[in-house]
């Protein structure tokens, strides 16, 4: 069966795309998944992304399409054709990321562990509210990204999780660092797990798989 991948929320600047890109290429690459990528952010940072991969012959390709509207058809057509379809949402409150969550299986909220980002979760509470209550199995998870790795940052990290439980949305277990191999691989195309010799980040795509196999791992619930 299919399953829906929502990555949004409302405030721009988290990395949501960069993430759903990542979640798409470790199912794929990783986990040896089918994989579709729906954009529905009008900024077409994955589709500009998924257009760059198209260029080089050492990637493998990944179906993509950016949809403006009616997004609802758009994955009912997916249906039963990929193991999973990663829609990247963008960071703000739209008609069609409300529609794409109302059919999701998995949210994702990427938020920095910054005041700005998490006083966004007071706008995105009551789109989530709505959301329960039509779709009532969905999971829903925030994913603290862009995390400073300093060890005396660590308490900075902990208490923007906790923020997060107070408007009755789990943190996911893994955080997700702050680390140059994200922009350096996703100007060229590609992914961290794409990262060939010195490029590569080990500890960057160990976690993030790791965070991959926590996603994964939520259909058993």
């Known amino acids: 069966m299919t399953k829906i991948i ?13 993430v759903a890109q990542q ?20 900024q077409r940072t994955t ?3 998924c257009e ?13 399409a950016y949809v403006q509207d ?6 009912k057509s997916l249906k039963g054709r990929f193991d999973y379809v990663v829609i990247d949402a963008g960071g703000f409150d739209s008609e069609i990321q409300r529609q794409a969550m109302l059919l999701a299986d998995f949210i994702i909220i990427p938020l920095r562990p910054k005041r700005r980002d998490l006083k966004s979760l007071r706008d ?5 509210d709505n959301v329960r209550n039509v779709n009532e199995t969905v999971k829903i998870r925030a994913v ?13 990290i902990l208490a923007a999780k906790e923020i997060v439980e ?4 789990e943190a996911a277990p893994v955080n997700l660092y702050n680390r140059n191999v994200y922009d350096d691989a996703e100007e060229a195309g590609r992914s961290i797990f794409e990262m060939t010799g010195a490029e590569r980040d080990k500890k960057a795509e160990a976690e993030f798989e790791e965070f991959v196999d926590y996603i994964m791992s939520l259909e058993e619930e």
């Open 70 to 75: 009616d997004i609802v058809k758009h994955i």
């Open 166 to 169: 107070t408007f009755g949305i």
């Open 52 to 64: 760059d991969r198209r260029q080089n012959e050492d990637l493998e390709l990944i179906p993509f």
């Open 144 to 156: 603290v990204n862009q995390c400073p790795s300093l060890p005396s940052q660590a308490s900075r």
């Open 23 to 42: 979640i798409a290429v470790c199912l794929k690459v990783k986990k040896k998944k089918k994989i579709q990528v729906t954009d529905i952010d009008i």
């Open 47 to 49: 589709t500009s992304w």
């Open 6 to 18: 929502v990555v949004g929320g409302t405030k721009g600047g988290p990395g949501k795309s960069t």
């Open 124 to 128: 995105i509470d009551p789109i989530i």
